[in-house]
């Protein structure tokens, strides 16, 4: 594969497909492996070893999925499964654990071959693009905020004073009989609506605080503004007692609900919203249903942004995201976290051995 020029080693091409594999296999800068019928790890590239620490030989014959982060594991499991099953080349997303015990976020490409059994399996790590899309979305999050306490302490504080300004004009004009009383009375009525509005959306900018008791409250002032602000109902059902979930989670899933209910305002042609906050199973289960036009021009209009913020933080909460149609018509968002997830999230990777592999990832293809 290679020879020598001068003081210099070059490369030279394999000269069969054989090598040709077996040198695009070693040089991958991306994870490489071929797992077997039961899940091992039959083979891997050295990239394993560059990135997450364990050698060919801490890695040989292991699980596959012994690697993943412990609530990844279902669905790389799955994955395995559908590969296996002749689901054809598919991708997902799961963390590996390293030999220290970091985590990398790999997506992952998997896919079968008749030449031989199991699956290949090719991983590119996105830990970096993942921490700058966490830190551009925290980053919008403090802007947000930001623009919120100057509406509440600027804006609110200057409509305020004119509206007390009003009134008390209002007040002289009634008592002296002038006819401009009315329409004094009625700028003084427009002016506190105008205070009101401003206030709710300063604190539907500003997350700060927000509590498993203060969501419902924050989703019930967002619904209450789409329907002030455009011709759309906008109404919130929720059940009256709620898990324990942090801060983090429910600013998390009001900024999901608020990307979608925005994105329905814009592209849906709706005239009905319905905003649902559940508690079923040890899953919080908050939907966004619409009665707009659907997922089809929708769908493309949301493939922006939006979208991609709402699946980002599903994805930092571990919860789940489905946009599906609804019945008869429109567009139904749901997001679904489980309420035990933070906890096993926080619990740390103490070993530095890999796990023992005890049990078959997914059936073994029945031989041909």
């Given at each position: 594969m290679s020879g020598q020029c001068g003081s210099n080693t070059v490369w030279t091409a394999p000269t069969s497909d054989e090598a040709r594999f077996e040198s695009l296999f070693e040089l991958s800068s991306d994870l490489a492996c071929l797992i077997d019928g039961s899940g091992r790890l039959e083979r891997v590239n050295m990239s394993w070893e560059a990135r997450l620490g364990w050698t060919k030989a801490d890695l040989n014959r292991r699980r596959f999925i012994d690697f993943a982060h412990p609530d990844d594991?279902?669905?790389t499991a799955a994955a395995l499964y559908d590969a296996a099953g002749g689901a054809g080349t598919r991708g997902f997303e799961n963390r590996l654990r390293?030999?220290?015990?970091?985590?990398?976020?790999?997506?992952?490409?998997?896919?079968?071959?008749?030449?031989?059994?199991?699956?290949?399996?090719?991983?590119?790590?996105?830990?970096?693009?993942?921490?700058?899309?966490?830190?551009?979305?925290?980053?919008?999050?403090?802007?947000?905020?930001?623009?919120?306490?100057?509406?509440?302490?600027?804006?609110?504080?200057?409509?305020?004073?004119?509206?007390?300004?009003?009134?008390?004009?209002?007040?002289?004009?009634?008592?002296?009989?002038?006819?401009?009383?009315?329409?004094?009375?009625?700028?003084?009525?427009l002016l506190k609506q105008s205070v009101g509005d401003a206030r709710n959306l300063g604190r539907g900018l500003d997350c700060a605080g927000l509590t498993p008791s203060s969501l419902p409250l924050a989703l019930e002032t967002l619904a209450t503004n789409i329907g002030s602000l455009h011709p759309i109902s906008c109404i919130l059902l929720h059940d009256q007692h709620l898990p324990s979930l942090d801060a983090q989670v429910a600013t998390h899933l009001y900024r999901i609900v608020q990307e979608a209910v925005s994105n329905v305002v814009a592209h849906a042609k709706a005239t009905r919203i319905v905003i649902r906050l559940r508690h079923r199973e040890g899953r919080i289960l908050l939907s966004v249903v619409d009665n707009g036009i659907g997922t089809g021009q929708r769908r493309l209009e949301a493939t922006g942004i939006g979208l991609r913020s709402m699946e980002y933080r599903a994805r930092l909460i571990g919860a789940s995201l489905t946009i599906e149609p609804a019945s008869p018509r429109g567009t139904r968002v749901e997001c679904a976290w489980t309420v035990d997830a933070r906890t096993r999230n926080a619990a740390p990777a103490t070993s530095s051995q890999p796990p023992s592999a005890t049990r078959p990832v997914y059936p073994r293809p029945a031989p041909t």
């Open positions: 594991r279902a669905a390293g030999k220290d015990g970091t985590e990398l976020r790999m997506i992952w490409k998997l896919a079968t071959s008749p030449m031989r059994p199991g699956i290949g399996a090719i991983g590119r790590d996105v830990t970096g693009e993942r921490r700058l899309q966490r830190e551009l979305i925290e980053a919008a999050d403090r802007e947000k905020a930001r623009i919120g306490r100057e509406l509440h302490d600027g804006l609110c504080q200057s409509l305020a004073g004119i509206c007390t300004l009003s009134a008390t004009l209002a007040r002289k004009l009634a008592g002296r009989a002038d006819p401009a009383a009315a329409a004094a009375a009625e700028l003084t009525a």
